[in-house]
């Protein structure tokens, strides 16, 4: 399977457990890949909404690039959400993390499997 496959596939999983959770989610096909901004998933329970860029990785640490990012946060500023950065990490789930939470560098905003686990918040906690 592709690493493309997975990605999405994961990005799927994501939105069935919003809906079993009561919210309703879409995968914005083609993020990332049209000319304007537009996140991985986006779901709401009608209270909240939230964009979300989502990764899936096997290594330690998983980074997301400044345009990314950048677009992430445009689009959650028009359309009225919460931005969010999500990774899952190969056998540890999904991990949700607000951008500031992120490590910068030049290039990229770096989330770590220790920064996972001491800041990054579950799928039930970024929830509640």
């Known amino acids: 399977?592709?690493?493309?496959?997975?990605?999405?596939?994961?990005?799927?999983?994501?939105?069935?457990?919003f809906w079993?959770?009561?919210?309703?989610?879409?995968?914005?096909a083609g993020s990332g890949s049209q000319h304007y901004p537009a996140p991985d998933v986006v779901a709401s329970n009608n209270a909240r909404t939230l964009a979300i860029e989502c990764k899936l990785t096997t290594a330690m640490r998983q980074y997301f690039t400044k345009q990314e990012v950048r677009e992430l946060v445009e689009f959650s500023n028009k359309f009225g959400a919460e931005p969010w950065l999500a990774v899952k990490f190969s056998r540890q789930g999904w991990w949700f993390f607000s951008i500031d939470c992120a490590h910068e560098t030049e290039k990229f905003h770096v989330i770590s499997l220790d920064q996972a686990k001491s800041r990054g918040l579950t799928f039930e906690e970024l929830l509640s």
């Open 1 to 17: 399977m592709s690493t493309k496959s997975r990605g999405t596939n994961a990005e799927r999983e994501l939105i069935h457990r």
């Open 20 to 28: 079993e959770a009561g919210w309703g989610a879409m995968r914005a």
